[in-house]
Nanobody, 123 residues
C-alpha cells in the first residue's frame, strides 16, 4: 500500500508561481510512473503531467505545456509540480497519482491517489 500526501497548494495571483509536492510513504515510488491531475468545480478530473520512474520522460497536457514542470526525487520518495505563469483557469484541486500502467496521457491505470491540495489563482 502507498500513501500519497500532497502539499504546497494555496492562493496566488495570476502570473504567479506555486510548487506542489507529493510525498509517498509505505512503499518506494522509484518504479512507478507518477503524475498530477486536477479537478475544477463542476468539471471532470483531468491529466496535467506525468513522469517516468527514472525521470527521463515527461508528459504534459497541452494546457500547461511551457508553464508547468514535473520532476521527482526518488531518494526522497517525492514528486513535484512547479507551476509558473498561473492563470485563473488553473484553479482546481490538484491530485498526485501513481500509475499502475501508463501508455500515454489518455491511456493509463491508476494504482494510488493522494487526497488533493487546493490551488486558487485570482485574477
Amino acid at each position: 500500500q502507498v500513501q500519497l500526501v500532497e502539499s504546497g497548494g494555496g492562493l496566488v495571483q495570476a502570473g504567479g508561481s506555486l510548487r506542489l509536492s507529493c510525498a509517498a510513504s509505505g512503499r518506494t515510488l522509484s518504479r512507478y510512473t507518477m503524475g498530477w491531475f486536477r479537478q475544477a468545480p463542476g468539471k471532470e478530473r483531468e491529466f496535467v503531467a506525468g513522469i517516468s520512474w527514472s525521470g527521463g520522460s515527461t508528459y504534459y497536457a497541452d494546457s500547461v505545456k511551457g508553464r508547468f514542470t514535473i520532476s521527482r526525487d526518488n531518494a526522497k520518495n517525492t514528486v513535484y509540480l512547479q507551476m509558473n505563469s498561473l492563470k485563473p483557469e488553473d484553479t482546481a484541486v490538484y491530485y498526485c497519482a501513481a500509475f499502475r500502467r501508463f501508455v500515454d496521457i489518455t491511456t493509463y491505470v491508476i494504482d494510488y491517489w493522494g487526497q488533493g491540495t487546493q490551488v486558487t489563482v485570482s485574477s
